[in-house]
């Protein structure tokens, strides 16, 4: 049986959630379903359960426009995310359309009958909806398994290995020497927290990465809210971290030599006198190359002058019975090896996209307003961005794809689709990003154009003006009425 509704999310994450509240928001009578593989919702902050899991970035960012962060802490722990988008989808019945175990593994957009036809798997079983628009919130990496390097003799090795992405409940690590490959978030956030219980925590890389020391509680923030209320202080707040943002990461671009020398001498302050910082602390590349790291009230520096934690910046030659033995020739010694080298980029949640008959090779297409996607109708997509919250795109792409249905009902269009017909727009990398993770990847997502409406920016304050108050009608995005479309699909001239 197939069912139809008229707006089809995919993904129940943080952004699924999101585009669920605008849409129901704006259009209360319009139909439409949550398509989620896994059997719960918030996405990565209900998959990652590794100790001391949280967020790198401050919650009035990271948190809904709709929906006021109350908490003191304004960078938190995973479960409390969890706990906020569990309540946003809650509160507003919005977690009554999520159709859990139900992987969508292709949509095909037909012109003619101005629907998608989208097929899922669920339980094993084939399920099809039809609708007249999707929004896709699929995240952006596999669900199924992180990124594991080869690494030699890892057979050799006795003692356990485990990925953040899949971490045992039962891990038991008390008293014992851990060594954590990585230097990512996760491998910082992972470091500190472990050293509750371990004996000793060795973070091994093989180069290193900027790690930045913030408070948790934002003073300014929580002054904000007492003199303007929940709602005023949480929108005063959120301006405020984006302007420092991105004013840092706007500084970190034009003056990288001075951000650098900063940020070294942040991190000599917070480290023990005479530790070798050059080695351990000062990466290659130019802060924002890469994405930065957060320390909370400095717990990752805390944890390596308690003398329980360390870093070892070397590359590993094998693994041995009982730990690694590293390029230098030093080995360590580890009874719980976890290999935080990353996530595996998928785009789209791995759903194939056809457009009607053909299928689309998301490489070939571009990205319009960092939403759509050329030659691909009635369809959005939530990216967030790299250098900031991505909560805060994921809102305005849903504000956006309100926006575009009113203005379809307004004037009685039933398709939308972007169109490059401007020869002189060149293509890049959606993504201007050096870290492995993405460069592995990068070539089979979307590209960006050289210039707008086709470029993809890192800037929330532009972003606003074009998705939340630039004008819909743009001369890319070509609108069509049924008949039209359905006459344009089988060639037939219109009649004049
Ligand atoms: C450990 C970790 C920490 C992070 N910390 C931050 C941070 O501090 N700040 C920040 O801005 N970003 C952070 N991120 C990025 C983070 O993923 C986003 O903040 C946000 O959670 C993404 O939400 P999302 O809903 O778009 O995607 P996800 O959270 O990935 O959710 C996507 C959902 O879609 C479902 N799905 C995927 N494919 C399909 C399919 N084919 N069919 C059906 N359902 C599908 C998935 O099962 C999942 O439930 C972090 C990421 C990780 C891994």
């Known amino acids: 049986?197939?069912?139809?509704?008229?707006?089809?999310?995919?993904?129940?994450?943080?952004?699924?959630?999101?585009?669920?509240?605008?849409?129901?928001?704006?259009?209360?009578?319009?139909?439409?379903?949550?398509?989620?593989?896994?059997?719960?919702?918030?996405?990565?902050?209900?998959?990652?359960?590794?100790?001391?899991?949280?967020?790198?970035?401050?919650?009035?960012?990271?948190?809904?426009?709709?929906?006021?962060w109350t908490q003191d802490k304004a960078i938190t722990d995973g479960p409390s995310i969890l706990n906020y988008v569990r309540d946003a989808a809650a509160e507003a019945g919005l977690d009554r359309h999520i159709r859990y175990r139900h992987r969508v593994e292709r949509a095909?957009?037909?012109?003619?009958?101005?629907?998608?036809?989208?097929?899922?798997?669920?339980?094993?079983?084939?399920?099809?909806?039809?609708?007249?628009?999707?929004?896709?919130?699929?995240?952006?990496?596999?669900?199924?398994?992180?990124?594991?390097?080869?690494f030699p003799g890892l057979e050799r090795y006795q003692g356990a290995v485990v990925h953040p992405q899949q971490w045992p409940d039962d891990l038991d690590y008390a008293g014992k020497k851990i060594v954590v490959i990585g230097s990512g978030a996760t491998a910082v956030t992972l470091v500190p927290a472990l050293t509750d219980r371990a004996e000793h925590v060795t973070m091994?890389?093989?180069?290193?990465?900027?790690?930045?020391?913030?408070?948790?509680?934002?003073?300014?923030?929580?002054?904000?809210?007492?003199?303007?209320?929940?709602?005023?202080?949480?929108?005063?707040?959120?301006?405020?971290?984006?302007?420092?943002?991105?004013?840092?990461?706007?500084?970190?671009?034009?003056?990288?030599?001075?951000?650098?020398?900063?940020?070294?001498?942040?991190?000599?302050?917070q480290l023990p006198p005479g530790y070798d910082v050059d080695t351990h602390f000062a990466p290659r590349y130019n802060p924002w190359d890469q994405r930065m790291c957060l320390a909370p009230d400095g717990d990752f520096f805390a944890a390596i002058r308690s003398g329980r934690a360390d870093v070892v910046t070397d590359q590993i030659a094998e693994f041995t019975e009982t730990?690694?033995?590293?390029?230098?020739?030093?080995?360590?010694?580890?009874?719980?090896?976890?290999?935080?080298?990353?996530?595996?980029?998928?785009?789209?949640?791995?759903?194939?996209?056809a457009v009607d008959g053909s299928d689309v090779t998301l490489a070939d297409t571009m990205v319009y307003k960092g939403a759509m996607l050329s030659g691909v109708p009635n369809f959005t997509f939530t990216f967030g961005y790299t250098n900031s919250s991505w909560t805060l795109k994921a809102d305005l792409v849903s504000q956006f794809g309100v926006r575009l249905l009113r203005y379809m009902d307004a004037h009685g269009y039933e398709q939308c689709v972007p169109v490059?017909?401007?020869?002189?727009?060149?293509?890049?990398?959606?993504?201007?990003?050096?870290?492995?993770?993405?460069?592995?990847?990068?070539?089979?997502?979307?590209?960006?154009?050289?210039?707008?409406?086709?470029?993809?920016?890192?800037?929330?304050?532009?972003?606003?003006?074009?998705?939340?108050?630039?004008?819909?009608?743009?001369?890319?995005?070509?609108?069509?009425?049924?008949?039209?479309?359905?006459?344009?699909?089988?060639?037939?001239?219109?009649?004049?």
């Open 1 to 68: 049986m197939t069912e139809h509704v008229d707006v089809l999310i995919v993904g129940a994450g943080l952004s699924g959630i999101g585009a669920a509240h605008h849409l129901q928001a704006a259009f209360p009578r319009r139909s439409y379903a949550i398509l989620e593989a896994r059997d719960a919702l918030g996405g990565t902050w209900d998959l990652f359960r590794y100790p001391g899991v949280r967020s790198d970035s401050d919650m009035h960012t990271l948190g809904y426009r709709f929906r006021p």
């Open 420 to 496: 490059n017909d401007d020869p002189a727009v060149a293509t890049r990398p959606m993504l201007d990003f050096q870290s492995g993770y993405v460069q592995r990847a990068i070539g089979d997502f979307p590209k960006s154009g050289s210039r707008g409406p086709w470029r993809v920016r890192m800037n929330y304050p532009r972003d606003v003006l074009t998705l939340r108050y630039g004008r819909i009608n743009h001369p890319a995005l070509k609108f069509t009425r049924r008949a039209a479309a359905r006459r344009a699909a089988a060639r037939v001239p219109a009649a004049s």
């Open 108 to 150: 095909a957009w037909s012109t003619e009958d101005a629907r998608w036809t989208v097929d899922a798997v669920s339980d094993g079983e084939p399920a099809r909806f039809t609708a007249g628009f999707l929004f896709v919130c699929s995240g952006y990496y596999h669900y199924d398994v992180g990124y594991a390097p080869g």
């Open 204 to 269: 091994l890389q093989r180069s290193p990465t900027y790690i930045a020391a913030r408070p948790a509680l934002d003073k300014i923030g929580a002054t904000l809210t007492r003199r303007l209320g929940t709602r005023g202080g949480y929108a005063a707040t959120r301006w405020k971290n984006v302007a420092l943002s991105t004013y840092f990461f706007q500084l970190c671009r034009r003056r990288p030599d001075a951000v650098k020398s900063l940020l070294r001498k942040a991190a000599v302050a």
């Open 323 to 353: 730990g690694i033995r590293l390029q230098s020739g030093a080995e360590l010694e580890a009874d719980v090896v976890v290999t935080a080298t990353g996530l595996r980029l998928l785009a789209l949640g791995g759903m194939q996209l």
